[in-house]
């Protein structure tokens, strides 16, 4: 655990976790805000929480109003209970961070029927999806009863600017600090990681298009650096989205590039390169990763017609453009252009 200032008020503290289980660290941060208010960014893991509540009285904290949540994944809501109790502090997520838990909560419990059903049961063995489901409402139970909900895409609250940048969840939040011109962007981008653009089964929710336009949104910002929840920090923002746009877009290739010229789920699953490896191989959990992101992808090619999809179990998907197409309506979003 260390604690370091990074800007005049902000101040960040690096957890790790106790086991190496990955994510082996995570960022948390506090702020200095108006009159000598102090605010926190996510809460580390739960077991972390004692020590940074330790590690926090020794800097002197005694109270803290606001506790902003970038996202309800465990690595970041695991301390929230005890910062509540101990500080005082009000915990703050975006609305849409609950309705993505209770959809995927109920998804689960109906034993993920619709699009993905076919592919579990033929490739996930019954053990891996019980896996699954236990960790994911494991962190769909953690939310408080007392939390107070951020709704809309931007919210100025005195020196900080809440942004609303969806694709990692549908919920996410970042922080920017108009003051040092620092932004904590929490999971939506990473210095030398990339991060899950995860499905959740709500009506009209296209994560990779949410994502792609979520960084366009924090690099009109003009942030100095930005912090994020794990790893070091990125000072060339603009370069480090031109690498996460290439990277999907050879996702979307790859996805595309299965379809000759149809096929289902578990087809656009195998032919991406995991980062971890082959799908068959990879964990339980890695394999939900791997699904939920293919889903991702493949929404993101339905929605702009590069693919159609026809009725049926499992469902079969059609190829209707080449990857230059694919390509150019990656310029566009890049670009800022819209694209339907
Ligand atoms: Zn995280």
């Not at 101990?86 to 995927?104: N, T, Y």
């Not at 609303?164 to 999971?187: E, M, N, Q």
């Amino acid at each position: 655990m260390s604690l370091r200032d990074v800007s005049d008020h902000v101040t960040q503290v690096q957890l790790e976790h106790p086991q190496g289980k990955y994510p082996v660290s995570v960022n948390v941060y506090l702020l200095s805000v108006d009159e000598g208010h102090q605010i926190m960014i996510d809460s580390g893991f739960r077991s972390t929480s004692d020590d940074l509540i330790n590690l926090l009285k020794a800097e002197g904290v005694r109270e803290i109003t606001d506790l902003i949540i970038t996202h309800a994944h465990p690595d970041h809501t695991g301390g929230m209970e005890s910062v509540q109790r101990v500080f005082g502090a009000r915990a703050h997520v975006h609305e849409r961070e609950l309705l993505g838990l209770r959809s995927i909560g109920s998804f689960l419990d109906a034993g993920a029927e619709g699009i993905i059903s076919p592919v579990l049961s033929n490739h996930i063995r019954r053990t891996e999806f019980d896996e699954i489901k236990a960790m994911i409402l494991g962190y769909v139970r953690i939310m408080p009863e007392t939390i107070y909900l951020i709704s809309g895409h931007r919210r100025d609250l005195g020196c900080l600017t809440l942004l609303h940048t969806p694709g990692h969840t549908p919920g996410h939040t970042a922080v920017f600090d108009k003051r040092d011109k620092v932004l904590i962007s929490g999971d939506l981008i990473l210095a030398d990681d990339t991060s899950n653009v995860a499905f959740y089964p709500i009506q009209g929710y296209d994560p990779l298009l949410s994502y792609l336009e979520s960084m366009r949104v924090v690099e009109g910002l003009g942030s100095r650096c930005v912090y994020t929840s794990h790893g070091d920090p990125i000072t060339n923002l603009s370069e480090r989205i031109d690498q996460q746009f290439l990277h999907h877009q050879r996702r979307l290739l790859e996805a595309i590039g299965s379809l000759q010229p149809r096929g289902t789920l578990i087809d656009v699953v195998r032919n991406i390169s995991w980062s971890k490896g082959r799908f068959d191989e990879l964990s339980a959990i890695d394999k939900w990763l791997a699904i939920s992101e293919a889903i991702s992808h493949v929404i993101f090619l339905e929605n702009r017609g590069l693919i159609v999809r026809s009725s049926g179990s499992p469902l079969v998907y059609e190829r209707r453009a080449d990857e230059n197409r694919v390509r150019e309506v990656m310029r566009a979003i890049r670009r800022g252009s819209s694209v339907t």
